[in-house]
């Protein structure tokens, strides 16, 4: 078959001695100055194919520009050492396609395949340049499973319907997974987006990756990451980088690495969240979730709109509850917590907390630490724990109706904050005697308040 460019000028098909020629091996060049070599592994007299015993075709056309070749069905084994870029076409048969620094662009035919784009040395101009860009592109529909490395150039990668296995260098690539399960080990700044296949993607570089329909599991290295969930399942781990993760309408698993400063935002799917190292943000949103410190200190939790599970961690952190039911358990740590707007149970810790009570209702359970709690808005009931306990009321802020349990007489106190002294002194002149022992007083702002087992509190329980 006569095999020809674009300015009419024929292809010079020479064949070394001792080689077969590939079986119908064809090529059009559109330009550029390919050469391609064309094994065929049927021609040989044994079934393992080794270097020595495959046919061997060399396509040359010094003289014309950037090229296109179609492969014919029966080619397996190309090695592209062209100076120029080149275009080529698969066919059915199974394929590996090795390409030198020039950009090489695949679009790959039914068969199986491996594409190395990884800028080799070029043995025929005995130089070396810059690694440039390559493409690979899958049929959408029926096309096989490949293994495509590229180098440092900035690649772009469409996996379509088969089972790839995908690894970039360290350029900027753009890497579309399709409808199979698909692998990616992402070196460079990559963006990847998922398809409607399972997806698993180790990261080494900074990549930004957004999830599609299919089930997807993330692995950072160390670089800096960012990954948007879709509506598959998501699981996302963190490596000594940092990692930025904002759930989708999946569900989602994300646990922090060593490093810690990961954001992790929950989507409106069910999500847990696990911090790693120090200085995480964890927000919680519409499902059900569970948010856990991880081990660090200095992080933050917020719950969302769902039922939430928090837990603090053995050193410093900050948990806002949310508009939902929240179920806070403190750490050993000086934990701040603040009561959101739902209904929360808060356990105290063996720290040193402050505990904020918000518009909804809260229940505390204090540890054997020093605990300070604000009264809120909302309806509040406090047990006491063993450590010596501050209860605090601020004019303007408290207004609910709040109950302590297990004040201890000499050890815990109540602070009134910003109520005149007349107030006070109104207060409790009229502070009465409840039931089972209990004193019962009111302050200016509508706060009443509830000591229970507690008769004829005296002044010096106030500060």
Excluded: C
């Excluded at 398809?195 to 900074?206: K, S």
């Excluded at 969240?273 to 964890?282: A, E, K, W, Y």
């Excluded at 297990?406 to 109540?414: E, M, N, S």
Aim: glycine letters at 22%.
């Amino acid at each position: 078959m006569p095999i020809t460019g674009e300015d009419g000028n024929p292809f010079a098909a020479q064949i070394q001695a001792g080689y077969q020629a590939a079986a119908g091996a064809s090529a059009q060049a559109n330009g550029g100055s390919p050469s391609l070599v064309a094994y065929d592994p049927s021609n040989g007299t044994d079934p393992t194919v080794s270097s020595t015993q495959v046919g061997y075709t060399q396509l040359t056309d010094a003289n014309i520009g950037d090229g296109t070749v179609v492969l014919p069905n029966n080619i397996s084994l190309v090695d592209d050492t062209a100076d120029q870029p080149v275009s080529l076409s698969g066919g059915s048969a199974n394929q590996v396609i090795r390409g030198s620094y020039a950009s090489l662009t695949v679009y790959a035919g039914t068969g199986n395949g491996v594409m190395l784009a990884d800028g080799t040395y070029n043995p025929n101009s005995h130089s070396s340049m810059p690694l440039t860009d390559n493409n690979f592109v899958a049929p959408s529909v029926g096309g096989g499973s490949w293994v495509v490395s590229v180098g440092n150039g900035d690649n772009m990668i469409n996996a379509a319907s088969g089972n790839d296995s995908i690894a970039t260098g360290t350029g900027d690539n753009a890497i579309y997974l399709g409808s199979g399960a698909d692998q990616v080990a992402s070196g460079g700044q990559d963006t990847i987006l998922g398809g409607l296949g399972a997806a698993t993607i180790a990261a080494t570089g900074n990549a930004a990756v957004f999830a599609g329909q299919g089930s997807m599991n993330f692995a950072n290295g160390a670089g800096t990451s960012t990954v948007i969930g879709g509506t598959g399942s998501l699981a996302v781990t963190g490596g000594s980088g940092k990692l930025t993760l904002f759930g989708g309408t999946g569900n989602t698993l994300a646990f922090g690495g060593s490093k810690g400063g990961n954001i992790f935002a929950a989507g409106q799917g069910n999500a847990t969240l696990v911090g790693g190292g120090d200085g995480n943000l964890l927000v919680g949103n519409a499902g059900t979730d569970l948010i856990v410190d991880g081990g660090g200190q200095n992080n933050t939790a917020f719950a969302g709109h769902g039922q939430n599970v928090i837990f603090g961690g053995p050193t410093s952190d900050m948990i806002v509850g949310g508009s939902g039911y929240d179920l806070i358990l403190d750490g050993n740590g000086s934990e701040q917590v603040y009561a959101g707007s739902g209904v929360s149970t808060i356990f105290g810790g063996s720290g040193s907390d402050l505990t904020f009570a918000g518009k909804g209702n809260t229940t505390l359970i204090e540890g054997s630490g020093a605990s300070t709690v604000f009264g809120g808005s909302g309806s509040g009931v406090f047990f006491g724990g063993t450590g010596t306990d501050l209860y605090e009321f601020a004019n303007g802020s408290a207004g609910g109706n709040d109950i302590i349990y297990g004040f201890k007489a000499g050890t815990d106190h109540i602070a009134l904050a910003g109520y005149s002294a007349n107030q006070v002194a109104a207060a409790m002149s009229q502070a009465a005697t409840g039931s089972g022992g209990s004193t019962v007083f009111s302050l200016g702002d509508g706060t009443q308040v509830t000591v229970q087992g507690v008769s004829g509190l005296s002044h010096s329980a106030f500060v």
